[in-house]
């Protein structure tokens, strides 16, 4: 390697020091900073310092294991797999000819709760196998045309390749892969306590799925007038070619829920990180009897608009039913795994004890 | 244009003919055919740059460096190619890089133009047109004639033509030049001296033929010399110039030495290229295999477009090539982009910390330690053997009379006298007898001393200052030598010579050409004729007296003298031939002791070095007895060892090789045999130049082996070369032993420029050795604070700094690695550009600078008490493949616990927040990343053992920092940019309660094996630098 000086170190003057005369005048200064002498603490891994510390932290994992497993214990989750499952079954064999993608199949799949799901129920759609996480298919949107920046809507980015324009090149709004890959399967959940009672239409409150700062900052509608329809201001554009419906009316049941801003569209643009994932899709409303409590026992059926083709990809469609604690959704991983922490600090603690105890306290084997 | 092209890229070939020719006064013949010689001007540039090349040269000396290259290809790929990153990524840290880098060079280059343009502007007088004209130093071109006032320096090599003294004579020091403060004189050509006018110069018509500039200072034609100081105002004529002059050429930048440090990160870098290389082939050869199932290729949300389904076999080769380059350009972050600058900023930051130490300060001579290149500082921590010279390095030089032996009798300094051995002072007659006045003649004739007057006065006015001598005190004249014996010896002949010779002695100092020495009997002058100097090879130097004796036969010494001194070429060889001839038949007068002390503490720092496992050599031009008992009395040999000898291997017998083997092998093979045997005797090995050299030509691999078995090895009896000879034999042997060289004279230089590190003393023997050193240091004691504590530091922080870097870029780029997994191998990034862009130049960056410049394992005092200390770094130990590969894997491992910890935790469809909502692809990559920058950072806290308040503050401040920085990065729709990825993501996680828990335990699960390891090690197998901690800890 070239040195930093070509020329010696010594040449580079970095005070006025060389105008200093006398006998001492090339005498470097006492600092401790130039002697090397700044105060500084020096800790020691030995064992006697680590064992205290190692016992704190065993129990400091167990209590914190404990209660996350407490916590965890009380929340519940229920997966149905609806690919095939019920009438959906006759859908997903129709899908499987390309001639009627394009035409909406309906279906129903009945499930059993066996205990109540008390508190905040919320209601995801899973996929599986879908990779959101391709890279020409996560680079395929843009962000700027989302936003509602006015003279992105009609020319959205090179970004959006393949789906920027369609054949008659009028742009396309929302651009781009994610966008029109959108899921589109629509549920209606349906709760009946025992055979016989009256069927219980759940409500779903489809709004607050999606991130705050995304809904109010990150997808806005292109602006518009007072006189303007939400129609009016994507004029000149089309929808994706996946699409049945076009942006502004993704949400037939309210007005303010439709454009960039639908949640929906919004919660589908935040790609997952893996291939299985899930969605949020709507959360159970507690204002009226029996859900006031969350979901109780019984029987339920989903309604389904079955849309979304998943044998392409050898996928698998999803309902997931959960309740979350203040940490998230069920997730046994992580008490565990304080759990198994605490317990293995714990047997390594002790064994660094009994060594410390057999080789000498204050390991006598230093002093040669 | 082209030419002058050709010109400054040094393209141009060196001058055509062997010699040429200087027009004084640059009148050329006006008649006869003269082809003008074309001479450089005499700007001195030590400048690399100016201002319209800088760009595009710095740039071309930046991307000649590997690394570098490296960079900028990756650069042009993503400029080239649709890569996962976009070029700012990559483009963004190298231009950070090279930025850093230009602005350091340009600011060393900066400093160059002022000191040269100090010099080049400097006033000088020049003969023009028959008068003296005021220029600056510049415009002095070559066959100028130049004027240069008392204690001025010279502005060029002048070849002296007239003086202001009527002789025609001038004295100069090469204080510049060489360092060398005694007055040498220098004479005039008889025929020019008289040329004392300026009118008188001008109508001067003569030719110089000179060889062409040449870098050996001491093979100078006559009276060349540049940056030396006048004692008396001169006329000279400017032959070489500028860049051509004898000062330039020999400012050349020094051999490049590479530390064992930097070999062994260039071997690592190579493994981790290996490493990226395999990985980003078996990330394409699995795109590929996943693509050949048409599910995974073309789903229907990711459909290709026309373009890419277009394929032919000649586009689907060209795609799998962009392929391997994507991935290339996605992994090419575990290449350590920053390794480089950092570690320059280390050395060149951290070399300061030898100049400022006050322990290598000698008041005495009010002389810092000085660091002529910082590239080798951890070298200092990984000697293995010290090859030193004696005079001057282990002695004082500071040579004091003490005995001499006269036709054989032996005479002592008793009360300020010179006396036979055994005579009583009081039975003394005050005479001499005729042997004791020639030997005091010979001794105070042959030799070079000069005299300087301190008084100033005394050589106002540019009077002769030998008018004055014979009037003056001895207390006013100052002896300056190139030899500190001869002083000595002058001074001796001017205490013991008989009475009244005071005077006259003082005036033989400053003998001329043309005077008649008065010496010791004013009746019996001498002139001085020749002076055949000292060298190093001959051992001897000899003097031509006019005497009247023998006329014919000194016609012909001066006839072989006179061609030899003036011949253009092989000048050296044939004033040997010519000297060998003179000096013959020579009688022995008498021989002399000159006493020379050792230095202050040489024993403590040879028993020292011996301790830290360094074998010490000495290697001295003295004879072997001499060498023997000075090597006992400084500690290198003792008492209890086992001293073996080889001595007196002639040469001669090399004709006869059975023989000679033998009798080489008789005095080892029972040492041999004992040194196997028996491992308590330390073992000395003598051996004499003569025999070295036999030995080293038939018996290498025996020898040294012998010597590898030697605690303290003495040789005597050394040429210079041979001393750099044994070096190079070390430096090349199997082991590959890391060497290191001290000296101080010029006879030093070739085995200082040889070893690893060459450390120069500053003596009295000019600054040659300096010069040319890479360490400098005012006393030999010194060495073992610059070993022990200093090599001892920069090793252990440049090492830990080195591995820290490897391992910090696996734990980067390996989770990103594993992601591909996956995403199909779409080359999707796990973590945003900017984190990717940051990682290495921000967020992790300072806590290692820090950390490598104030590191102490132990305080200094305890390692320099402890020698045995500097044995635990030795071999490159902290570098080795082992240490290597133990951070290596750590990084992985780390790599791993971050990736899949935050995979288990954040799971496939878990939700993290207490609204139900979800996280996607960028929160999880914020995750790694988060707990990545904490754990790296952390994981140095755990090595640092010094903790002051920088490392404090750059430690939680760069964890500090990235949080503030994420905060902000993600608090802004940022305007012009395509992607809003990262918005509001590092806020959306650190809502979450279970990404706190998870980043807790997943530090935590990483940190904790590291610091089991060290737990245990320490309490097991502690490190003699661990017991040494301990023992400081429980003291505290």
């Not at chain 1, 000086?5 to 020091?17: A, D, E, Y």
């Not at chain 2, 001169?234 to 030495?257: D, F, H, I, P, R």
């Not at chain 2, 044939?574 to 024993?603: H, M």
């Not at chain 2, 394992?857 to 030795?874: C, F, G, M, W």
Request: proline share 4%.
């Amino acid at each position: 390697m070239q040195g930093l000086l070509g020329k010696p170190l010594g040449r580079v003057h970095w005070s006025n020091k060389a105008a200093k005369t006398g006998p001492l005048a090339h005498r470097p200064d006492n600092s401790a900073f130039m002697q090397q002498r700044l105060p500084a603490w020096s800790p020691m891994l030995t064992t006697s310092t680590v064992l205290p510390f190692m016992y704190c932290m065993a129990v400091l994992c167990l209590v914190v294991g404990v209660s996350l497993l407490i916590t965890v214990q009380g929340t519940q989750e229920m997966k149905l797999d609806y690919t095939e499952a019920g009438t959906c079954n006759n859908c997903f064999q129709s899908l499987k000819n390309v001639s009627n993608a394009g035409k909406s199949c309906s279906c129903r799949v009945v499930f059993t709760l066996e205990h109540e799901f008390k508190g905040d129920v919320f209601f995801y759609y899973g996929l599986q196998n879908f990779h959101q996480n391709l890279r020409k298919y996560m680079d395929s949107r843009d962000d700027a045309q989302m936003v509602g920046r006015k003279q992105n809507l009609k020319n959205p980015s090179s970004y959006c390749e393949p789906y920027i324009r369609d054949e008659k090149d009028v742009p396309i709004a929302p651009c781009g892969a994610v966008a029109n890959s959108m899921f589109n399967d629509s549920f209606a959940l349906q709760y009946q306590g025992q055979p016989g009672d009256p069927i219980n239409t759940v409500p779903l409150y489809r709004k607050g799925i999606a991130w705050y700062t995304d809904e109010n900052v990150k997808f806005r509608n292109p602006p518009k007038n007072k006189s303007q329809t939400l129609a009016q201001v994507f004029e000149g554009t089309t929808s994706p070619p996946y699409w049945q419906k076009p942006v502004y009316l993704l949400d037939p049941l309210d007005a303010t829920n439709n454009g960039f801003i639908n949640e929906d569209l919004i919660v589908w643009m935040r790609e997952a990180a893996f291939p299985n994932f899930k969605k949020l899709y709507g959360v159970l409303v507690r204002t009226q009897e029996p859900f006031t409590n969350g979901l109780p026992a019984g029987n339920y059926s989903i309604d389904i608009v079955y849309n979304f083709p998943v044998q392409y990809f050898k996928g698998r469609k999803q309902v997931v039913l959960s309740t979350v604690t203040w940490f998230g959704g069920q997730n046994r991983f992580l008490p565990i795994a304080y759990l198994v922490t605490s317990g293995l600090v714990f047997i390594i603690a002790i064994f660094l004890t009994v060594i410390w105890w057999k080789f000498g306290k204050d390991a006598k084997n230093m002093n040669e | 244009m082209l030419r002058w092209t050709r010109q400054q890229l040094g393209f141009d070939p060196p001058h055509q003919s062997d010699t040429r020719t200087v027009y004084v006064a640059n009148r050329f013949p006006q008649h006869g055919h003269y082809i003008p010689q074309r001479f450089a001007d005499n700007r001195i540039i030590s400048s690399k740059y100016t201002i319209w090349n800088f760009v595009p040269k710095n740039l071309f000396e930046q991307f000649r460096r590997i690394a570098n290259f490296y960079f900028i290809i990756i650069f042009l790929v993503q400029l080239m190619i649709d890569t996962p990153t976009s070029p700012v990524t990559s483009g963004l840290p190298l231009f950070f890089v090279i930025t850093v880098t230009a602005i350091k060079q340009g600011y060393e280059d900066w400093l160059r133009h002022n000191a040269d343009n100090e010099v080049n502007g400097a006033p000088v007088f020049v003969v023009r047109s028959g008068s003296l004209v005021q220029t600056r130093s510049k415009n002095i071109r070559v066959g100028d004639i130049v004027r240069v006032a008392k204690d001025e320096t010279f502005p060029a090599d002048l070849v002296l033509l007239s003086s202001d003294r009527s002789e025609g004579t001038c004295h100069i020091t090469t204080a510049s030049l060489d360092g060398e403060t005694n007055l040498k004189t220098h004479f005039s050509v008889a025929e020019t001296s008289v040329c004392q006018s300026g009118s008188r110069l001008e109508s001067l018509q003569a030719v110089v033929e000179c060889q062409q500039p040449d870098p050996d200072l001491y093979s100078t034609i006559g009276d060349s010399s540049l940056l030396i100081i006048a004692v008396c105002t001169t006329a000279g004529v400017a032959v070489y110039t500028g860049m051509e002059s004898k000062m330039a050429l020999n400012y050349k930048c020094k051999s490049q030495k590479r530390s064992a440090v930097e070999k062994s990160m260039n071997t690592f870098l190579i493994i981790y290229l290996c490493i990226l290389l395999f990985e980003a082939v078996l990330s394409t050869i699995l795109k590929y295999a996943w693509q050949a199932e048409n599910q995974w290729d073309e789903p229907f949300y990711n459909q290709k477009t026309e373009q890419e389904k277009n394929s032919n076999p000649f586009l689907q080769i060209l795609k799998f090539i962009s392929d391997f380059l994507a991935f290339l350009v996605l992994y090419n972050y575990i290449i350590p982009i920053s390794l480089y600058v950092t570690v320059e900023m280390q050395k060149f930051l951290g070399s300061f910390f030898i100049g400022w130490d006050l322990d290598l300060y000698h008041e005495e001579s009010d002389q810092k330690a000085q660091v002529n290149t910082s590239d080798l500082n951890e070298e200092l921590g990984q000697v293995e053997y010290v090859f030193t010279d004696k005079t001057g390095t282990l002695t004082e030089n500071e040579m004091y009379f003490r005995e001499c032996s006269i036709n054989g009798i032996k005479y002592q300094e008793l009360n300020g006298r010179l006396v036979p051995e055994g005579v009583m002072e009081d039975t003394l007659d005050g005479s001499n007898t005729g042997d004791e006045l020639l030997f005091l003649k010979a001794v105070a004739l042959c030799h070079t001393v000069q005299i300087s007057y301190d008084q100033p006065d005394s050589m106002g006015g540019g009077g002769d200052p030998f008018s004055h001598a014979n009037g003056f005190s001895s207390g006013t004249m100052e002896y300056y030598a190139s030899s500190p014996d001869e002083k000595a010896l002058v001074e001796a002949t001017k205490r013991y010579g008989p009475p009244g010779t005071l005077k006259v002695v003082s005036a033989v100092l400053g003998r001329n050409i043309d005077d008649h020495i008065p010496l010791i009997f004013p009746h019996d002058p001498y002139k001085l004729l020749h002076v055949l100097e000292f060298d190093a090879n001959r051992r001897r130097m000899s003097v031509i007296l006019d005497g009247e004796e023998h006329p014919e036969s000194y016609a012909e010494v001066e006839r072989r003298l006179g061609a030899a001194r003036t011949a253009l070429q092989h000048r050296d060889e044939r004033l040997q031939e010519a000297f060998a001839f003179i000096e013959r038949d020579l009688q022995l007068l008498g021989a002399t002791g000159v006493e020379d002390r050792l230095q202050d503490k040489v024993q403590e720092t040879i028993e020292a070095l011996r301790l830290a496992g360094i074998k010490v050599w000495v290697l001295t031009g003295d004879k072997h007895e001499t060498a023997v008992s000075v090597s006992l009395s400084c500690g290198h040999f003792h008492r209890t060892m086992n001293i073996l000898e080889l001595l007196q291997q002639r040469t001669d017998n090399e004709s006869t090789g059975r023989p000679l083997m033998s009798c080489l092998m008789d005095p080892f093979l029972p040492s041999l045999l004992r040194i196997n045997d028996d491992h308590v005797i330390q073992h000395g090995l003598v051996v004499d130049g003569a025999s070295l050299s036999l030995a080293l030509r038939q018996h290498e691999k025996l020898f040294m082996d012998v010597c590898k078995n030697c605690s303290a090895v003495l040789c005597c009896r050394m040429a210079p070369l041979q001393k750099a000879k044994v070096v190079h034999l070390f430096k090349t042997s199997p082991e590959r032993p890391i060497t290191l060289a001290i000296g101080d004279g010029a006879n030093d230089v070739s085995m200082i420029q040889e070893a690893h590190v060459g450390i120069g003393i500053m003596g009295k023997e000019g600054r040659q050795a300096v010069r040319n050193s890479d360490y400098a240091i005012a006393r030999f004691k010194f060495l073992s604070k610059l070993l022990l504590v200093h090599g001892h530091f920069y090793y252990i922080r440049i090492a830990h700094l080195v591995q820290y870097f490897f391992y910090k870029n696996v734990c980067f780029i390996t989770p990103q690695f594993l992601y591909q997994f996956f995403c199909l191998f779409s080359q999707q990034t796990l973590y945003d550009g900017a984190y990717l862009t940051l990682y290495n130049i921000f967020f992790t960056s300072l806590p290692i600078l820090v950390y490598s410049l104030f590191e102490q394992l132990v305080h200094p005092h305890v390692l320099q008490t402890k020698p045995a200390l500097y044995r635990d770094i030795s071999r490159n130990s902290l570098l080795s493949f082992r240490t290597f590969l133990y951070w290596t894997l750590l990084g992985f491992c780390h790599a791993f616990i971050f990736f899949f910890g935050s995979y288990a935790l954040i799971g496939e469809d878990t939700s993290l927040n207490g609204n139900g909502q979800m996280f996607g692809n960028w929160t999880f990559g914020t995750l790694v990343y988060t707990v990545m920058v904490i754990t790296v950072t952390l994981q140095l806290a755990l090595e640092t053992h010094y903790w002051t308040w920088m490392n404090h503050f750059v430690t939680w401040g760069s964890i500090t920092f990235y949080f503030i920085f994420s905060l902000f990065y993600g608090g802004i729709i940022w305007p012009f940019v395509q992607t809003q990825d990262m918005y509001f993501v590092f806020v959306q996680l650190l809502s979450s309660g279970s990404a706190w828990f998870t980043i807790i335990i997943i530090i935590v699960t990483c940190l904790f094996p590291d610091m089991l390891k060290k737990v245990l090690y320490r309490h097991l197998h502690p490190t003699g630098t661990q017991k040494n901690q301990r023992a400081i800890y429980d003291l505290a």
